[in-house]
């Protein structure tokens, strides 16, 4: 998801009550949910789609769930302790609790990899030990109703805190809501992928506004692919040698190593373009798309 649904979520956790057990609380529960994301620094190394095989991956499984609160813990209990010896410590701060930031910043981070492994893109759950990919098909990656009920939701909680009221449970309420709102997009997926049956796979993958829809992709395992009946693509995948593309072409091993349901098309300037049933476009020549070298696909294969 979203580095702001990420945050809403790590601060309606807080307003649930759990920012009332150590100091630094919010930082720890808000910043937690987003550190899986540090991955992104990758853009400045990588190149072309090599970002697409980096991310959602080392920094979302199961030993960064671990290491990674523990730096940010460490991290504000040391600016705590840095404030206090200069006389800068806010006086309305609770006193700071190791155990508890690392319990709240350990919540924070597991949300993170809960929340991608809810859309289409996937999500490396248990890297380092395996690379397989993940999919939930719940929600699209930025939903705007998820922000508007948990903006909602912040609001209102922190209203009535202001007011002296039961903000608590309005947080909770707002998980509560949020956790509905979840499992009735993921029936609305289940009933999509049981209605068509002549797939050996179907990604229901949900669009930016109309929660309730899907576009149905088909998914054969070796292409052709459709969505919503729709063939995609005009070159076969066998056209081209992907194996031998791949072994030659970084970049084209990249691609493959993320892609779910590749597709190839062949421009008007006899370009091949190699890109994913989720988000077709092949003529974008984007971020979710790699060109394969044309040796690799002159002859059709048998």
């Known amino acids: 998801m979203d580095n702001l649904t990420h945050s809403l979520v790590g601060a309606v956790l807080g307003q649930a009550g759990l920012k009332r057990r150590t100091g630094l609380a919010m930082p720890a529960l808000i910043i937690g949910a987003n550190l899986p994301d540090v991955d992104a620094a990758c853009f400045f190394w990588l190149e072309g789609v090599e970002h697409l095989a980096f991310r959602r991956g080392i920094t979302h499984g199961p030993p960064a769930w ?5 730096v940010l813990a460490g991290l504000l209990w040391a600016f705590d302790r840095w404030q206090a010896k ?36 996937g999500i490396r759950l ?41 903000w608590t449970r309005i947080g909770r309420n707002t998980l509560g809501l949020m956790g509905l709102y979840l ?13 068509n049956t002549s797939f050996g796979e179907t990604i229901s993958s949900p669009p930016p506004l109309a929660f309730w829809d899907r576009e149905s992709i088909g998914v054969s395992g070796s292409g052709p692919y459709f969505i919503n009946g729709e063939k995609l693509g005009n070159v076969p995948l066998n056209a081209c040698d992907l194996d031998a593309a791949r072994a030659a072409d970084g970049q084209v091993e990249a691609f493959l190593f993320w892609s779910r349901a590749p597709v190839i098309d062949r421009l008007d300037d006899g370009t091949y373009m190699l890109g994913d049933a989720r988000y077709y476009d092949p003529r974008a ?9 044309a040796r690799f696909c002159l002859e059709p294969r048998s």
Do not use: M
Not at 66 to 70: C, E, Q, S, T, Y
Not at 285 to 293: A, I
């Open 86 to 121: 200069r006389g800068r410590r806010p006086e309305g701060r609770l006193p700071v609790h190791f155990g508890w930031l690392y319990a709240l910043a350990f919540i924070g981070c597991l949300s993170h990899p809960a929340l991608d492994w809810l859309n289409v893109y």
């Open 285 to 293: 020549r984007d971020r979710f798309s790699v060109e394969v070298p």
């Open 183 to 195: 499992v009735a997009n993921f029936a609305i997926s289940e009933l999509d992928r049981q209605g």
């Open 66 to 70: 671990v290491l990674l609160p523990l």
């Open 126 to 166: 248990l890297e380092p030990f395996s690379s397989r990919w993940f999919y939930g098909d719940v929600l699209f990656i930025i939903d705007v109703w998820l922000w508007a009920l948990l903006i909602g939701g912040l609001w209102l909680s922190r209203r009535a805190e202001k007011r002296g009221g039961q």
